[in-house]
């Protein structure tokens, strides 16, 4: 049985229902949701006419606006979830900001998140994530002892592209010291 091609505007209800089918299978932020909403309004364009979208970016800002305030949408719970996640697993303070960007979180939201997260993990918790990386990725003391000192750059090299500084990096592969003494 062929689907039934659907005519005239996009509506309220058929936007209503598409963004909770999305936050039924996705925590998001506002400006993701809308991401999601103006493509469907675009493919609904695409098969109706152009006709059909022309309402849309009203009713889009609307529907957002009752979600935030109705705290379906939330970006700072969001950003929370998010960057706890991502520390636990151990990624950087850079890298969790430049995700929470990319989610289209705004930078003072991801700031905020960031730091609530890491008051909760204590006063190392760059360290703490370095540390979880590296165990993740089995760098420094979790490689075999004979490859430790011919890939100490290489794993110094990849905290560095992980987003982490040097002196963390050094404290996460057990570097006492800050030059290139060969110890872990």
Known sequence: MAARKRTGPVTVDELDAAALRYLDRFDTSAKNLRRVLATYVKH????????????APALIDALL??????????DSRFAG????????????????????????????VAARALEGVDADAGA????EAARAFVRKRRLGPFRAEAERA?????DLGALARAGFSMDVARRALGSAGGGDDGEW
């Open 65 to 74: 606006a009752r979600y935030q305030s109705s705290g379906v949408l939330d």
């Open 81 to 108: 979830a998010m960057a706890s996640g991502l520390r636990r697993r151990g990624a950087s303070a850079r890298a969790i900001e430049q995700k929470l960007r990319l989610r289209g979180v705004d930078g003072e």
């Open 124 to 127: 190392d918790a760059e360290l």
């Open 44 to 55: 609904a364009a695409a098969e109706r006419g152009a006709d059909a979208a022309r309402d």
């Open 150 to 154: 011919a890939r100490r750059q290489r």
